[in-house]
């Protein structure tokens, strides 16, 4: 979705492909979810007439319940369960819901051709609750990756394999041949959104 200075992407959690050919069980749903083995068995199954995206919103809403309250019943089942995450033009992406990572993208003095990628982690507290104090900035140098700061857990793996082709990627941009590139109608709108806010606001500088 994409509108005139705001921009969001959802993919939505627990729901099967359009694109597989069989049907999957809610069972199998589940236990994908949980990164179970095929020849272990699912701790969580789920029982007949229900659905896996219900029962692993309610075990999210249980989970985030002694950090955010009983704030946790007023947030759908998509809030709980999607991934959805916004751009805020030009450089800041936060993610919805209880989702705790938050972008922001800051120029890198004059060198066009690198930037300084934040990740934030942001977490809810209770009302009642003194706000806890700010956490250090930890800066990685230019030869660290993600991995190597510990307090992203598993999701500094995350990161280095959202970036590992990302050098690849830039040569390739600089060295091809076409006038432009292609975008996909839908996958990438948000790409195209993005560049045609660029230029509108360059032109206007």
């Known amino acids: ?111 066009h051709r690198s930037c300084i990628m934040e990740c934030i982690f942001l977490a809810p507290y209770l009302p009642d609750e003194e706000r806890p104090p700010p956490a250090p900035v930890h800066w990685l140098e230019e030869h660290e990756v993600f991995s190597d700061a510990e307090e992203l857990g598993m999701l500094g793996k995350v990161f280095d394999q959202d970036l590992f082709n990302m050098a690849k990627v830039q040569l390739g941009l600089e060295t091809t041949h076409k006038p432009g590139i292609t975008l996909s109608n839908y996958q990438e709108a948000k790409v195209r959104w993005l560049h045609d806010k660029l230029t509108e606001w360059v032109e206007e500088a």
Do not use: K
């Open 1 to 111: 979705d994409v509108w005139e200075n705001c921009a969001r992407v959802i993919s939505p959690g627990g729901t099967q492909s359009p694109l597989l050919d069989d049907e999957i069980s809610q069972t199998e749903m589940m236990a994908t979810m949980l990164d179970v083995r095929h020849d272990m068995d699912n701790p969580i199954p789920v029982p007949e007439g229900q659905s896996m995206r219900a029962m692993a919103a309610a075990m999210s809403r249980a989970r985030w319940r002694e950090l955010a309250g009983d704030m946790v019943d007023e947030m759908s089942d998509a809030e709980m369960m999607d991934s959805i995450d916004y751009t805020l033009f030009p450089n800041f992406h936060p993610w919805g819901a209880f989702n705790r990572i938050v972008y922001r993208f800051r120029p890198n003095g004059d060198d």
